[in-house]
């Protein structure tokens, strides 16, 4: 069993920057992939960004790209999500995810343990 709990999340002005951090225990972080969804009011989990176990490969839905970057620590056994020039419509709660497929899914289906998400707010 493995056990995530995010934490960073706060509110910001648009424009600003957040780093959110995912801690891990139980399983072998090393051997998962790991992402990050979120979920505004009244829509569905989405994909947000997802990292490979071993060479640190990297993936981003499509309107984070060169805002976000996603990172981890294996030693630490976190991965945390950089997310800079944010704006309203990130808003949303985000959750970590870890996964034993590769390359890292971008369906919520595919990951097997979750966190309990934090809450990230972009004012305008």
């Known amino acids: 069993q493995v056990q995530l709990v995010e934490s960073g999340g706060g509110l910001v002005q648009a424009g600003g920057s957040l780093r959110l951090s995912c801690a891990t225990s139980?399983?072998?972080?090393?051997?998962?992939?790991m992402g990050w969804f979120r979920q505004a009011p009244g829509n569905k989990r989405n994909f947000v960004a997802a990292?490979?176990?071993?060479?640190?490969?990297?993936y981003y839905e499509d309107s984070v790209k060169g805002r976000f970057t996603i990172s981890r620590d294996n030693a630490k056994k976190s991965v945390y999500l950089q997310m800079n020039s944010a704006n309203p419509e990130d808003t949303a709660v985000y959750y970590c995810?870890?996964?034993?497929?590769?390359?890292?899914?971008?369906?919520?289906?595919?990951?097997?343990?979750w966190g309990q998400g934090t809450q990230v707010t972009v004012s305008s």
């Open positions: 990292i490979t176990w071993g060479a640190g490969n990297t």
């Open positions: 139980g399983g072998t972080f090393s051997s998962y992939s």
């Open positions: 995810a870890s996964s034993r497929n590769y390359p890292p899914p971008r369906s919520e289906s595919s990951y097997d343990f």
